[in-house]
């Protein structure tokens, strides 16, 4: 099985690759001093809107929505998109320069897939302009949000209306100058089927009601410009026509929204280490420690390699789930989208965390983006769901080949 890159994937990988040096990998230090000024909280870079413009110009926009979508995708296949998802991931920020970042990536795939014509006018085309960003709200403080079915905030019915009430938390986005929609998923339908409970329905960010009740630290970083933050929905009112898709079909949406979303997500992690990787090697033979350069050192040698087998492996894998995607479809891929989730993380922070050891003090300082890297793929272990529901979800499906007769 080969996953060679077509020559249009080599093309469109060559073309973010020169707008990546020319204009991204200039400003990375500098987009880095910024966002750590607390002066700046929320605010972009004053260049920023200037570079998101260039990279429409460019016509490196929106690549990531695969050719299922019809008149909204680009029309790559999601194995097309994979090496170029990797590419714009070398710096992580730059996903959303070229408008292929969460979550605004899902909740697009979510409108595009779902949503209704009127929601499509109002929401969807903004966001693929990149003129408003938007955010998806599901984790609550109160419960044990790792099980979606322990969500309390409530969506009732009232005439042409839903009221909701409850708290989130952990909302990406929300803190960011450029929010203007949420995708809210609640309980709406108590007593339905366990996972014929829950609705999604869009928020807009300025609906009276709806508060910010703090930003969040992870890790003693605010994530400015975009940030997360906990939310207090107080008697918020929308329209009945916000609703997507209809009662009771949030789980339904939040399944479809995990889709191409997963590899891409796994693919950025891919992205994040093969530069770590070229970090340490850099580092390695020019740093000179007990008579010799550190790369004739055995221990860094093995580090090295370890990383550079788990870095393929796991590009492999989450070529095979993109591939697999394309021919079979969400339901044929579960079990594969759920190992990228798992793999692409863990195997980003083992990378990050040899190439801190090997750069030593410089490592953890903001000399290189090593130490907010490593932070990034350890929160993302938790953040898009904890590694022990996927795995829980992996052992279920591989079981079932193998059940006791």
Known sequence: MGFQPNDKTRELTAQVQAFMKEHIYPRE???DAWVEDHENLWVYPPWWDDLTAK?????????FLPEEYGEWSPGLTNLEFAPIM???????????????????????EVLAKYGTTEQQEQWLKPL???EIRSAYAMTEPQVASSDATNMELK?????DHYVLNGRKWWITGAMGPKCKVLLTMGLSNPDAARHSQHSTILVPRDTPGLKI??????????????GEAELLYEDVRVPVSNLILGEGRGFEIAQGRLGPGRFQYAMGFVGMAQRALELMCARADARVAFGEKLMAKTSVQHEIARSRCEIEQCRLLVLQAADTMDREGLSGSRDLVSMVKIVGPQMAENVINR???IH???????????????????????ADGPDEVHMSQLAKLTARGFEAA
């Open 29 to 31: 230090k500098e987009y």
């Open 355 to 357: 190439a801190i050891q």
């Open 55 to 63: 990279a429409r110009e460019a016509g490196i926009w929106n690549w």
């Open 155 to 159: 969506i009732e019915r009232d005439g």
């Open 86 to 108: 990797e590419e714009m991931s070398r710096v992580p920020w730059a996903q959303a320069v070229f408008n292929c970042s969460a979550p605004d990536r899902g909740n697009m």
């Open 360 to 382: 030593g003090g410089m490592g953890v300082s903001e000399d290189t983006p090593l130490a907010s890297w490593l932070s990034l793929a350890r929160f993302c272990r938790i």
């Open 213 to 226: 009740v703090r930003p969040l630290k992870a890790f003693g970083d605010y994530h400015s410009p975009g």
């Open 128 to 130: 693929l302009a990149g």
